[in-house]
């Protein structure tokens, strides 16, 4: 791996241009105090479609639990609630310690130069601050939750410290994004039934295999520096074989999903509650079936585009589980 030059922690000016690859006109360049504008960017709540991939698998998480269970109350609605308030912060604060750890790497890729700590807009020193204050806050939510629940919230800390420097050693980093992203899933399934079974262990799964899909596409738009600098990921390694790669994990997505609905509602023996909520991963399929049709590698806006409409395919289940709760 080629020596990287540290970049400049000091001095950071006190505004700068908008993230590159941010959307124009997004809440944060345009209605956030000046001053917190570099510190929101680090966080990327100028992009929130990373926020939502993160909730999406907790809303599974519940609304599985639910249809397992056979009873909602209140408390689901705080598990719902409080998942998607940690989602936003932890994601941020994920975020924040992933742009640390790279940031003698981002500098050099086009897309990610001019992210706050590369930039100069946030010191190294600036960002833990922030960070911590992010995880300080997530906790307070976290510890809200039945005792299980934040057993496993804490354990979720291990693979999100670890996933920013998996790239330099596997070429499979998306593998390690997605024990991270999905882990929701068991904690709010957790909130509920108190227990991880086989359910939710399908459930898990098909998360980390949807995040496999769509985070292949997210890294194809740094395929050429990330080969430049040494940087490892599945885009790299299937190449012109990714579409075949995306098939497999469309597949897999939906096998374990509708495995995960299949064992969470047999005991209700309800033919119809099961045929609606296996129109979920159903659904979600013919939305990666779609993604797949419309992806080229070489195409840096279309691969930022299916990936952002990953949010429509996530919550597609989320429709179908929670029709299911009238039934």
């Not at 006190?14 to 997004?26: C, E, I, L, R, Y």
């Not at 003698?104 to 700590?117: A, H, M, Q, W, Y």
Request: charged fraction near 15%; hydrophobic fraction near 55%; aromatic fraction near 12%.
């Amino acid at each position: 791996m080629p020596d990287t030059p540290e970049l400049p922690e000091a001095n950071a000016p006190k505004s700068a241009a908008p993230v590159q690859d941010a959307p124009v006109g997004n809440w944060v360049d345009l209605f956030a105090p000046e001053a917190t504008r570099p510190y929101l960017r680090l966080s990327r709540a100028d992009r929130p479609i990373g926020a939502w991939l993160l909730y999406i698998p907790c809303l599974w998480g519940v609304c599985l639990a639910m249809l397992s269970s056979g009873s909602a109350s209140f408390a689901d609605l705080w598990i719902a609630v409080g998942c998607g308030l940690g989602a936003f912060l932890m994601r941020g604060a994920g975020c924040t310690w992933n742009d640390i750890s790279d940031r003698n790497f981002d500098g050099l890729v086009e897309r990610t130069k001019s992210r706050p700590i590369p930039s100069g807009q946030v010191s190294v020193r600036g960002a833990l601050i922030w960070m911590v204050a992010q995880v300080a806050i997530s906790a307070l939510i976290l510890f809200s939750f039945p005792l299980p629940a934040i057993i496993l919230g804490i354990v979720a800390l291990v693979p999100v410290a670890i996933y920013p420097f998996a790239k330099r050693f596997t070429w499979w980093p998306q593998v390690f994004l997605g024990i991270a992203f999905n882990w929701g899933a068991l904690v709010a399934y957790v909130a509920h039934t108190g227990v991880i079974d086989g359910a939710v262990i399908a459930l898990y799964l098909a998360g980390i295999t949807w995040t496999l899909f769509y985070d292949t596409i997210y890294a194809h738009q740094d395929k050429e520096d990330d080969a430049m600098i040494g940087i490892k990921s599945t885009a790299l390694l299937f190449g012109d074989r990714t579409r075949i790669a995306l098939r497999y994990f469309l597949m897999t997505t939906v096998g374990l999903m509708g495995l995960a609905v299949i064992l969470a509602t047999a005991p209700r023996e309800n033919l119809l509650l099961l045929v609606v909520a296996l129109g979920g991963p159903w659904a979600l399929g013919w939305h990666l079936a779609w993604q797949m049709r419309l992806f080229d590698g070489d195409d840096v806006s279309m691969c930022l585009r299916l990936f952002r409409s990953n949010r429509e395919a996530g919550l597609l289940p989320v429709l179908f589980f929670a029709a299911c709760l009238f039934l």
